[in-house]
């Protein structure tokens, strides 16, 4: 049945010179959004810094417990929106490097399908009689192997969808005023 070795090697390099590429492209993107939560970081701690010190600055000239009480109140809030602001970039970055890898992945196991059915075309051209069964029985299995990809790929879509809206409905039942409220009502009390 294997007629053509040139093709299957011809078809062999192919592939390892496609992986290698995605490989390279995902490496590249992953790098990319290391790259960004670094700087993220950075960015967040040398704010968190200086306004931690002029909190400090704050809090070391107040003249009654109750006048910190208050001040200590006041900085609770935007602290938690700060907090979530971070988290909702990290998100962000994170299901920006997802969504890279996932048009990455699909891009590859299109072409390869595409060039599997293709080279698979070429070689049954020649196929002893008889052989038809068989053939298509591989070509069933080739479409099912697809289907169960892109099956994967919605379900992963899916559940990336709904962290993503049950974390903005967290963030948003936070940031209510009831929610806020509660919370420094709750950094008043410590």
Same mark, same amino acid.
């Given at each position: 049945?294997?007629?053509?070795?040139?093709? #299957?090697?011809?078809?062999?390099?192919?592939?390892?010179?496609?992986?290698?590429?995605? #490989?390279?492209?995902?490496?590249?993107?992953?790098?990319?959004?290391?790259?960004?939560?670094?700087?993220?970081?950075?960015?967040?701690?040398?704010?968190?810094f200086?306004?931690?010190?002029?909190?400090?600055?704050?809090?070391?000239?107040?003249?009654?417990?109750?006048?910190?009480?208050?001040?200590?109140?006041?900085?609770?809030?935007?602290?938690?929106?700060?907090?979530?602001? #971070?988290?909702?970039?990290?998100?962000?970055?994170?299901?920006?490097?997802?969504?890279?890898?996932?048009?990455?992945?699909?891009?590859q196991?299109?072409?390869?399908?595409?060039?599997?059915?293709?080279l698979?075309?070429?070689?049954?051209k020649?196929?002893?009689?008889?052989?038809?069964?068989?053939?298509?029985?591989?070509?069933?299995?080739?479409?099912?192997?697809?289907?169960?990809?892109?099956?994967?790929?919605k379900?992963?879509?899916?559940?990336?969808?709904?962290?993503?809206?049950?974390?903005?409905?967290?963030?948003?039942? #936070?940031?209510?005023?009831?929610?806020?409220?509660?919370?420094?009502?709750?950094?008043?009390?410590?």
């Amino acid at each position: 049945m294997f007629a053509f070795p040139e093709q #299957f090697s011809a078809a062999s390099k192919a592939n390892v010179e496609a992986q290698i590429s995605l #490989f390279s492209s995902l490496t590249a993107k992953t790098f990319e959004g290391v790259e960004k939560l670094i700087e993220l970081n950075l960015n967040s701690v040398k704010t968190s810094f200086e306004e931690s010190n002029a909190a400090a600055k704050q809090l070391l000239s107040v003249k009654d417990p109750q006048e910190w009480l208050s001040l200590a109140a006041a900085q609770a809030q935007p602290n938690a929106e700060k907090a979530l602001a #971070f988290g909702r970039q990290v998100a962000s970055i994170t299901s920006g490097v997802q969504a890279e890898y996932t048009k990455a992945a699909e891009a590859q196991v299109a072409e390869t399908s595409r060039k599997l059915l293709e080279l698979f075309e070429e070689v049954t051209k020649n196929a002893p009689a008889g052989s038809e069964n068989a053939i298509a029985m591989i070509k069933s299995a080739i479409g099912n192997a697809n289907a169960g990809y892109e099956q994967l790929t919605k379900s992963t879509k899916q559940a990336v969808e709904t962290l993503e809206t049950n974390l903005n409905t967290a963030v948003s039942q #936070f940031t209510q005023p009831e929610a806020a409220a509660k919370a420094t009502a709750r950094a008043a009390k410590k």
